[in-house]
């Protein structure tokens, strides 16, 4: 398995995915008319909108914050967060799905005993699915608390989800 940490991307952010994103905001030419369809794609990649994506968002389709903040909590289906402590971001893109990870997604599900797009029952870690992370050359790929992990097996997946379980009961105790 092979472990990329987001610090060795080139991007200022220090994240890789917004390579995507940024080809995504240039296909729409920056355009403040693409900001639902962007907001989209960046869902997409990374599985929720924290503030910093909004802002970056706001600042690339030259909007006010304020206004894409609004349209990002009017709509339903955007989510602001992740709802458990840790995020398991399972790529589904091409990639990785022809790679396995459509087993890995019904593995860790069942190891979870819950769907993708939701959180284990003790709260700690949100299986989120994304489309194409931009790193397709490791697929299948994840990305647990922002750091990418490609050529990932089932057995790695499953051991490093039981594993961030078992450190928050570590912790816990
Ligand atoms: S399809 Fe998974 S990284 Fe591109």
Redo the contacts with the bound molecule.
Sequence with gaps: MVEQQSKKTTHPSGDNRFKLLDRAITKHHNSGYALIEILHVAQGIFGYLDNDLLYYIANALKLPPSRVYGVATFYHFFRLKPQGEHTFVL?T????YVKGANEIQKALEHECQCKFGETTSDGKVSLISAR?????G????AVIDDVVHGKLSVEDAVKRVKSLREEKKEVGS
């Excluded at 893109?93 to 990785?96: D, F, L, P, S, V």
């Excluded at 194409?132 to 397709?136: F, K, L, Q, T």
């Excluded at 490791?138 to 790929?141: I, Q």
Aim: charged share 0%; aromatic share 0%; net charge neutral.
């Design positions: 790529c893109g091409t990639a990785c194409c992370v931009g790193s397709c490791l697929a299948p790929v």
